[in-house]
C-alpha cells in the first residue's frame, strides 16, 4: 500500500493567498484527519471525517479555514485567506472506525510544510 | 476530558544508555494508549498500542511501553539506545468506548537526542 498521500509537500505563499492541501488516505480507511503542527503548539487536530462526514470541527482555528471530502479518497483543507500565522506542517493521517466506536491506529502522511510570507 | 502530559520536551542519553521517556494520561476510564515516533521531514509513525490485555507492549525498534492503571502512566523504555533513536516521540490517548469515534490527543512531545 502507499500509505497516506499529501500534496504538495512544500507549500509557499504571500499572505492573503488562498491554499488548497490535498490528501488521500489509505484505501479501506474510513476516518480522515486533519492536524497541524507548530513549534509553539505542538500538534493539534484540526478536524476529523468518518464516512467522508465531519465529525469535529472544533479544532478549525478560524472560518478562515475549511475541509471537504467529497469521497472516500480524497479530501482538501483550504486556508483562504491565508496569513503569516498559518505557517506550519500539516498533516494529514488515516484509520479505521471500529464497530466500537473507537479507532485503530492512525496512519500519517508525511506532511505539508506551509509558508505563509 | 482525556489529557496527555509529557514529562521532559528534551531527553539526552548516550549511545548505549537506557532510554525512559515518560507520559501520564488523565482519563475517566483506562483509554487506549499510543506511542508515534518522528523523525525529521516526516510524518509520524506507530512505535506501540496498548488497547487491552497485557501491560507490557512491545513495538518496533526494540521499544517498549508498560501501562500502570495505578499511577495513570504509559512510559517508553528501550534498553540500549542506538544513534538511530534520535528523534521526536509523542505519546497519544483515546477514548475506547466513545459511540461517535474519538481522535488522538497528543502530548507536546519529547525530543530524544542520541549522543556517541
Known amino acids: 500500500d502507499a500509505g497516506v498521500i499529501q500534496s504538495p509537500r512544500h507549500e509557499v505563499t504571500e499572505m492573503g493567498q488562498e491554499v488548497t492541501l490535498r490528501c488521500k488516505p489509505i484505501?479501506?480507511?474510513?476516518?480522515l484527519f486533519w492536524y497541524r503542527q507548530t513549534m509553539m503548539r505542538g500538534l493539534e487536530l484540526l478536524i476529523y471525517?468518518?464516512?467522508?462526514?465531519?465529525?469535529?470541527d472544533s479544532g478549525m482555528p478560524e472560518d478562515r479555514f475549511s475541509a471537504k471530502m467529497p469521497n472516500a479518497s480524497f479530501s482538501t483543507l483550504k486556508i483562504q485567506p491565508s496569513e503569516p500565522r498559518d505557517s506550519a506542517v500539516y498533516f494529514c493521517?488515516?484509520?479505521?472506525?471500529?464497530?466500537?466506536?473507537?479507532?485503530?491506529?492512525?496512519?500519517f502522511g508525511p506532511g505539508t510544510r506551509l509558508t505563509v510570507t | 476530558a482525556q489529557s496527555v502530559t509529557q514529562l521532559g520536551s528534551h531527553v539526552s542519553v548516550s549511545e548505549g544508555a537506557l532510554v525512559l521517556l515518560r507520559c501520564n494520561y488523565s482519563?475517566?476510564?483506562?483509554?487506549?494508549l499510543f506511542w508515534y515516533v518522528q523523525y525529521p521531514n516526516q510524518g509520524l509513525q506507530l512505535l506501540l498500542k496498548?488497547?487491552?490485555?497485557?501491560?507490557l507492549v512491545k513495538g518496533i525498534n526494540g521499544f517498549e511501553a508498560e501501562f500502570k492503571k495505578s499511577e495513570t502512566s504509559f512510559h517508553l523504555t528501550k534498553p540500549s539506545a542506538h544513534m538511530s533513536d534520535a528523534a521526536e516521540y509523542f505519546c497519544?490517548?483515546?477514548?475506547?468506548?466513545?459511540?461517535?469515534?474519538?481522535?488522538?490527543?497528543f502530548g507536546k512531545g519529547t525530543t530524544l537526542s542520541v549522543s556517541s
Open positions: 471525517f468518518n464516512n467522508n462526514v465531519p465529525i469535529d
Open positions: 484505501s479501506g480507511h474510513n476516518s
Open positions: 496498548y488497547t487491552t490485555g497485557a501491560t
Open positions: 482519563s475517566s476510564v483506562p483509554p487506549y
Open positions: 493521517a488515516s484509520s479505521s472506525l471500529r464497530t466500537t466506536g473507537t479507532f485503530y491506529e492512525q496512519y
Open positions: 497519544a490517548v483515546s477514548h475506547p468506548a466513545n459511540q461517535a469515534g474519538t481522535a488522538l490527543i
